[in-house]
C-alpha cells in the first residue's frame, strides 16, 4: 500500500524505486498495482464461485450421495496440509514485512520457507490423489463404480470429479505461486526489492493469502461435512 | 476548453507521432503503447468482422429456398461459427479494445493505461483465442451454436466443440485483463481536477464495462472448463444421464452471457454520449442521469439471466423474479435514449457522418430495446422464444446498436487515430446503405418469429420464403454497407486530406493533442479545471 | 413481375390463432407493441424535429442546459410504471400456461433426434403428428430421450423445452379444426430442421372416428403391463400383497414417506425417477440396491407406457382428486418383514 510507513533510516540512498514511465508518482504505482491485484483476485473468486455454486446445487439435490464421499477422504491429510497452507501464509506475510524493511537476508529465508510449504502442501495433495486413483475414485478416467455405496454410484461420481477439479484448480494456483515465488526469489537475489519498491512482493502475497483462502473454504466443503456421522 | 490552438494542417505535416516514431513489424508486435495496441485491435477484429459477416452471407443464401440450399450439417455450422467469432471476438472486445484502449488514457489525461504490458498480453491471448476459433473453422467447424448448450455440446456433437470452447475461454481472459486495465485506470491514473464528475461518458461506460468483464467472464471461463472436462471425460457433471443437470449449464453460461450482452452494448452507448453532444454542440443533458444509468446496468445486468430460461421448466417464482428485474434493467436503458434526444433540444444540431450513425444507432437500439418487453414478458415469451423475434431483438441490439455505434465512433476517431478525414459524401452514403440494408435483413424477421419461425433452421415451410428472402436481399445491401467504409478507410491512410487537432470542434482532452497523438499522449500532464461536454460555439475553437 | 405480386399479396404477417391461449398471449402481444410503437414514435418525432428544428443552419448557438432531474424521474418512473402492467399481464398468463385444468386429455410425447413420438392413453402412437379434438384441454407430458428440444405449436402459442432427465408439461385447448405447423425450436443437432410435424384439431366426432380407428396393440396400460411382466417387475412388485418391493396398487398420486424422512407426492416424475433410479428415493422401510437400474434399459416411451399401467392400478383417484391432506398411504413392510429388511433386500 502506498500509505505503508517505511521506517527511515535502514538502509538509505541506493533505493531504486522502479517507477515507470506512465505513472507520476511511486504512490500512484503503488495505488494500481493494488488495485489491478485486488480486482484480479475477485475475478478468481468468481472463477471459483462456479464451481462453489455447481457444489452447493448438487449437494442440495443428492445430498446423501454427497455426504457418503466424505468417508473416503482423508481428514487427517487434508488437515496437514490445512496446517501447511496456514504456516506459508504467515511465511509469506512475514517475507513482505522483510521487504518493507529493505531486510534482504530475511526476505529470501522467508520466500524460501513459503515455497517449502507450498512444494510440501502440493506432495501431500499427490499422496491423496494417488490413494484416490489406487480406489477407483477418479471420474472419466478410473472409476471403480463405487462399490461400496452402489446406490449413490452415479451422484457420487458428480462430487468426485468436483473435488477433483475445485482441489485440482487450487492445486494449479499454488503451482503457479510457486513459480511466481521463484521469479520473487531471483528477483531478491539480485537486491531489487527495498523499502521504496516491494510491489511485487506484496502483490505476490495477496494472491499467495487468496490461494490459501480458497483452500480454507474446499477442506470443510469437501472433507468435514458429513464426515463419518 | 478556451486555451486551445489554431488548426493549422499544413505546418503539421511531419510531426513525431505514435505511428511514425518507430518502424518495423517487432516496433508493433512488442509495443506497450495503448494507442499502437489498439490500432492492433482494429485489424484483428474488423477481420474477425468481416469472416464472421461472410458466415452470416453464406446462411443468408442458403435461406433463399425453404428446402436450403446447403446441408444442414454446413449451414449448422455457419451459424453457430457466425455467432462464436461475432459475440466472443468481434462484439466482446469491439468497442473496449479498440476505441476505448485508444481514448480512455488520453481522455482520463494519462500517458497510457496502468498495465501496458498487460494491455499487450490481453492482445495475445485475443490472438491465440482467434486462432483457435479459426481453427475449429478449417478443421471442420462447431455446430453447437454460439450457446454450446449441454447435453448436445458434450454428448452429441462430432464437432471441433473443444478447440472453439478454447478458443472462448483464451479470448475471456483477454477481455478480463482489458476490463481490468480500464477499472484501474479511471480508478488511479485520472489528471489532476478530472474528477469523476467531470468524466467523459466514453469513459464511465467503459468502466462500467470493465465491471461487468471482470466480474462475469472468470464464471463463462469455468463453465466451459466443466463443458470440457464432461466432453472429454463424461464425468456426468452436466450429463442428465448420470444425474447432472444440463440446466445448471443454462445458469453458469447466462450468468456471464447476460451481462455480456451489456458488454456489448454499454461502451457503444458511451460513444452515442459523445458524438450526440459534439454535433449538438451542447453538454449532455442529464449527465449525472446518464452516467449513472451505466452503473444501474452493469449491477442490473447480473440478476436477470433467468430470462433466458422461461420455458425450461424453472420455477413459477423463479420466473417472476426474473421477469421483474429485466424490465427494471430497461428503465436505464431508456433514460439514455430520452437524454440523447433531449440533448439535441436546443443544440446546434450538424449532420456529419457519425452523427448519421448516431441517429441509427438511438432508433435502432430504441427498437431493439422495446422488443425485448415481448420477451421480458412472461406470457409473451412464451410465444416467441427460440424464434426469429428473438434473433431480430437481439440483432437490432447488437448490430444496429453496437455496431452502429462502432461504426459511428470509428468515424468520429479516426481523423484522431490516423491523423486524415476520410470522404465525406462515400462516409454518409455508406452510413445510409447500412441503415436501410440492416432494417431490410431484421425486420422481416420480427414479422416471421411471431409466424412462429424457428431459429437455427437450414429449411423452412414454403410460407416463410418471401420474408426470409427479403431479408437475404437485406443482408447483400448491409454486406455492401460495412464494405465501402472498409475501402474508404483504408484509402484515407494515404490519400485523406490531414484533420489537424480538433476537425469536430469538439471538447474533451483528446481533442486537445495533436493527431495522431505522441506517445505519451500528453507533453505534460493536463491540468482539468473544466466539466466534460464544456461546448462553445463552433467558431471559437474551430476558428 | 406478376408471381412475386403474388407472393407479396400472399405474404403471411400474423399466425392464426387456433387455441384459447392464443387469443390471450395476442392481445397481450399487441399492447406491448402498441406501448413500443408508441415510444418509438415518440423517440423518432423528438429526433426529427430536434434535427430539424435546431439545426445549426437555423439555430447556429446551442443553449447550454444542465437536465431537469423532474423529466428524469419522468421518463424513469412512468415507463416502469406501464412495464408493471406487462409484468403483470404476462405473469398471471404464464401461471395460466402452467397449471394445466384437471380435466384435461392426457398425450404423450417423446423428444428424440430428429423426431417427435407421440403416445395417446388408449395405445395409438404417431410420430410427428399429434391429432386433438377441438374444444378439450389437452395437457401434452413430454420427455426427452437425448439432448434438449422444445415442443411448439405456433397457432396454438404453446412452447415449452423438454429437458433430458425430467418431464415437462404444456396444455392448450384447440378452437379452430385445422392443420398445424408442430416445430421443435431448441437447437438440438443435424436435423434440428427436420424435427417438424403437423398438429391436426378434428371436431369431437372426427376425432371419435380418428381415435378408433388405432390401437391395435392394447391401451398404453395394456402396454405397460406387458413391460411390467416382461421386465419381471411383478416378481418383486406384488399387487396385493408385501413383497420385497413396495405394493404399486393405489400408488399414484398418494403421498410416499421416503427413509430419509421426506414426504414426496407418486407423480409421474417420482414414478420414471423410481424405474430409472431406483435408489434416489428410497421409500420408507424399504433397502437400496434392491431394484436394477434401467437407465439405459427402457426408453422413455416404456416409461410412459409403465407409469399408465401404474395409474391404472389407482382407478379412483385420477389427478384431479388428489388432496393434499390424505396420509401418506402405508405401503411399508409387515412387521415379519420389517424385522429383517436387511436380508431380505441381499439374498
Known amino acids: 500500500m502506498a500509505e505503508t510507513v517505511v521506517p527511515a533510516g535502514t538502509e538509505p540512498a541506493v533505493e531504486e524505486v522502479h517507477l515507470r514511465h506512465h505513472f507520476a ?56 496440509n490445512t496446517a501447511v497452507l496456514i504456516c506459508s501464509s504467515l511465511t509469506m506475510v512475514l517475507a513482505v514485512r522483510a521487504a518493507q524493511l529493505s531486510n534482504r537476508r530475511h526476505l529470501i529465508l522467508f520466500l524460501i520457507l513459503t515455497m517449502i ?59 503457479v505461486g510457486i513459480g511466481l515465488l521463484t521469479f520473487l526469489l531471483v528477483q531478491a537475489y539480485r537486491r531489487v526489492f527495498n523499502a521504496n519498491y516491494f510491489a511485487p512482493v506484496e502483490m505476490i502475497g495477496l494472491y499467495w493469502h487468496f490461494v490459501d ?17 | 476548453m478556451a486555451t486551445l490552438a489554431q488548426r493549422s494542417p499544413e505546418v503539421e505535416a511531419e510531426e513525431v507521432n505514435y505511428l511514425n516514431v518507430e518502424h518495423g513489424w517487432k516496433s508493433w508486435l512488442l509495443t506497450t503503447d495503448h494507442k499502437r495496441i489498439a490500432v492492433l485491435y482494429i485489424i484483428s477484429i474488423t477481420l474477425m468482422f468481416f469472416v464472421g459477416g461472410l458466415m452470416a452471407v453464406l446462411f443468408r443464401i442458403n435461406l433463399l429456398v425453404p428446402e436450403g440450399l446447403f446441408s444442414a450439417e454446413t449451414y449448422n455450422r455457419l451459424f453457430s461459427m457466425h455467432g462464436i467469432i461475432m459475440v466472443f471476438f468481434f462484439l466482446v ?64 456433437s462430432n464437432s471441433y466443440v473443444l478447440a472453439a470452447a478454447f478458443g472462448v475461454f483464451t479470448a475471456g481472459f483477454s477481455s478480463i485483463l482489458t476490463g481490468l486495465n480500464f477499472i484501474v485506470t479511471v480508478h488511479k491514473m485520472r489528471a489532476p481536477g478530472m474528477t469523476w464528475s467531470r468524466l467523459p461518458l466514453f469513459v464511465w461506460s467503459n468502466y462500467a464495462t470493465g465491471l461487468i468483464q471482470v466480474l462475469g467472464t472468470p464464471v463463462l471461463a469455468i463453465t466451459l472448463l466443466l ?101 427494471m434493467v430497461a428503465v436505464p436503458s431508456a433514460i439514455k435514449v430520452f437524454n440523447w434526444t433531449a440533448t439535441m433540444y436546443k443544440g446546434s444540431v450538424s449532420f456529419d457522418t457519425p452523427m448519421l450513425y448516431a441517429f441509427g444507432f438511438i432508433g435502432l437500439f430504441t427498437i431493439g ?47 484522431k487515430i490516423t491523423g486524415r478525414m476520410y470522404p465525406e459524401a462515400w462516409s454518409k452514403f455508406a452510413a445510409l446503405i447500412v441503415f436501410i440494408g440492416f432494417n431490410l435483413t431484421f425486420f422481416p424477421q420480427f414479422i416471421l418469429g411471431y409466424l412462429g419461425m424457428p431459429r437455427r433452421y437450414h429449411a423452412y415451410p414454403p410460407e416463410f420464403q418471401a420474408l426470409n428472402v427479403l431479408s437475404s436481399a437485406g443482408a447483400s445491401i448491409l454486406g455492401i454497407g460495412y464494405v465501402i467504409p472498409m475501402v474508404y478507410f483504408i484509402w484515407s491512410l494515404k490519400n485523406g486530406p490531414r484533420a489537424g487537432k480538433n476537425p469536430w470542434g469538439a471538447a474533451g482532452l483528446e481533442w486537445q493533442i495533436q493527431s495522431p497523438p505522441t506517445t505519451f499522449n500528453f507533453d505534460e500532464t493536463p491540468v482539468v479545471t473544466e466539466e466534460a461536454y464544456n461546448y462553445g460555439p463552433l467558431e471559437e475553437i474551430v476558428g | ?98 397449471t394445466p385444468p384437471k380435466d384435461a386429455m392426457e398425450i404423450f410425447v417423446t423428444g428424440k433426434q430428429w423426431m417427435w413420438k407421440i403416445q395417446y392413453p388408449d395405445g395409438t402412437r404417431e410420430i410427428n403428428a399429434l391429432h386433438v379434438p377441438v374444444g378439450q384441454p389437452v395437457k401434452l407430458t413430454m420427455a426427452s430421450e437425448d439432448v434438449i428440444h422444445s415442443f411448439s405449436i405456433p397457432a396454438f402459442r404453446v412452447r415449452h423445452d423438454v429437458m433430458p432427465g425430467h418431464y415437462n408439461t404444456l396444455w392448450f385447448t384447440a378452437t379452430k379444426p385445422g392443420h398445424y405447423h408442430l416445430f421443435c425450436t431448441e437447437y438440438c443437432g443435424d436435423q434440428h430442421a427436420g424435427m417438424i410435424g403437423w398438429v391436426d384439431v378434428l371436431e369431437p366426432r372426427e376425432y371419435a372416428n380418428w381415435a378408433s380407428g388405432g390401437a391395435s396393440q392394447g391401451s398404453l396400460a395394456e402396454q405397460g403391463q406387458k413391460l411390467f411382466e416382461q ?41 420414471r425417477e423410481s424405474i430409472l433410479d431406483p435408489n434416489a428415493k428410497i421409500v420408507a422401510g424399504f433397502q437400496p440396491n434392491v431394484m436394477p437400474n434401467f437407465k439405459g434399459q427402457i426408453s422413455e416411451e416404456n416409461v410412459i407406457q409403465l407409469i399408465a399401467y401404474i395409474k391404472s392400478l389407482s382407478p379412483s383417484t385420477p389427478a384431479s382428486q388428489q388432496g393434499s391432506q390424505q396420509p401418506p398411504v402405508v405401503i411399508a413392510p409387515k412387521a415379519g418383514a420389517a424385522a429383517k429388511p436387511g436380508g431380505a433386500a441381499q439374498h
Open chain 2, 227 to 327: 463443458l470440457a472436462f464432461e466432453r472429454i471425460a463424461h464425468v456426468g457433471i452436466f450429463d442428465p444421464n448420470i444425474g447432472g443437470d444440463p440446466i445448471l449449464f443454462q445458469h453458469l453460461f447466462w450468468f456471464y452471457s447476460h451481462p455480456a450482452v451489456y458488454i456489448m452494448i454499454l461502451p457503444g452507448m458511451g460513444v452515442i454520449s459523445e458524438i450526440v453532444s459534439c454535433f449538438s454542440r451542447k453538454r449532455i443533458f442529464g449527465y449525472n442521469f446518464v452516467a449513472f444509468s451505466s452503473m444501474a446496468i452493469a449491477v442490473l445486468s447480473f440478476v436477470v439471466w433467468g430470462h433466458h430460461m422461461f420455458i425450461t421448466g424453472e420455477s413459477m417464482y423463479t420466473g417472476l423474479a426474473f421477469s421483474i428485474l429485466s424490465f
Open chain 1, 117 to 175: 510449504f507450498g512444494v510440501a502442501f502440493l506432495v501431500i495433495k499427490g499422496f491423496e490423489y494417488h490413494a484416490k486413483w489406487v480406489e477407483g475414485l477418479v471420474p472419466g478416467l478410473h472409476w471403480s463404480g463405487y462399490t461400496e455405496h452402489p446406490e449413490f454410484a452415479y451422484h457420487a461420481q458428480i462430487l468426485f470429479f468436483l473435488y477433483f477439479c475445485m482441489t485440482g484448480m487450487h492445486a494449479l494456483h499454488m503451482v
Open chain 2, 369 to 415: 430495446g422495446l422488443t425485448g418487453l415481448h420477451l421480458a414478458t412472461l406470457g409473451t415469451d412464451i410465444a416467441t422464444h427460440g424464434t426469429y423475434f428473438v434473433v431480430a431483438h437481439f440483432h437490432y441490439v447488437m448490430v444496429g446498436g453496437m455496431v452502429m455505434a462502432f461504426m459511428g465512433g470509428m468515424h468520429f476517431w479516426w481523423p
Open chain 3, 231 to 271: 421386465n419381471g417387475c411383478a416378481t418383486c412388485h406384488l399387487l396385493d400383497q408385501q413383497g420385497r418391493c413396495p405394493i404399486l396398487r393405489g400408488l399414484y398420486n398418494k403421498p410416499v414417506q421416503l427413509a430419509d424422512g421426506r414426504t414426496v407426492i407418486a407423480d409421474d416424475a417420482y414414478i
Open chain 3, 1 to 98: 413481375m406478376l408471381a412475386s405480386m403474388r407472393i407479396l399479396a400472399d405474404l403471411p404477417l400474423f399466425p392464426v390463432a387456433a387455441s384459447e391461449q392464443a387469443g390471450s398471449i395476442d392481445a397481450l402481444y399487441w399492447f406491448i407493441t402498441a406501448i413500443s410503437i408508441l415510444m418509438t414514435v415518440i423517440i423518432f418525432l423528438g429526433l426529427g424535429i430536434f434535427a430539424w428544428k435546431y439545426h445549426n443552419k437555423r439555430h447556429p448557438h446551442a443553449t447550454q442546459i444542465e437536465g431537469s432531474t423532474k423529466l428524469e424521474l419522468t421518463w424513469s418512473i412512468l415507463p416502469f410504471l406501464i412495464m408493471l402492467i406487462m409484468f403483470g399481464w404476462g405473469a398471471d398468463l404464464y401461471y395460466k400456461a402452467q
Open chain 1, 25 to 80: 508518482t511511486p504512490a500512484q504505482q503503488m495505488d494500481a498495482a493494488t488495485l489491478g491485484m485486488w480486482t484480479f483476485l475477485i475475478t478468481e473468486v468468481l472463477f471459483f464461485g462456479g464451481m462453489f455454486a455447481s457444489y452447493a446445487v448438487y449437494r442440495n439435490m443428492y445430498l446423501d450421495a454427497f455426504a457418503s464421499t466424505s468417508q473416503y477422504m482423508n481428514v487427517v491429510l487434508g488437515g496437514t
Open chain 2, 93 to 156: 472486445p469491439s468497442i473496449p479494445a479498440t476505441l476505448a484502449n485508444f481514448l480512455i488514457p488520453i481522455m482520463v489525461g494519462a500517458k497510457d493505461l496502468a498495465f501496458p504490458r498487460i494491455n499487450l498480453l490481453s492482445w495475445y491471448l485475443y490472438i491465440a483465442g482467434a486462432l483457435l476459433a479459426i481453427y475449429a473453422v478449417v478443421r471442420g467447424g462447431v455446430d453447437t451454436g454460439w450457446t454450446f448448450y449441454a447435453p448436445f455440446s458434450t454428448t452429441y
Open chain 1, 213 to 229: 483462502i480458497v483452500w480454507i473454504f474446499l477442506f470443510p466443503l469437501l472433507y468435514l461435512i458429513g464426515h463419518r456421522r
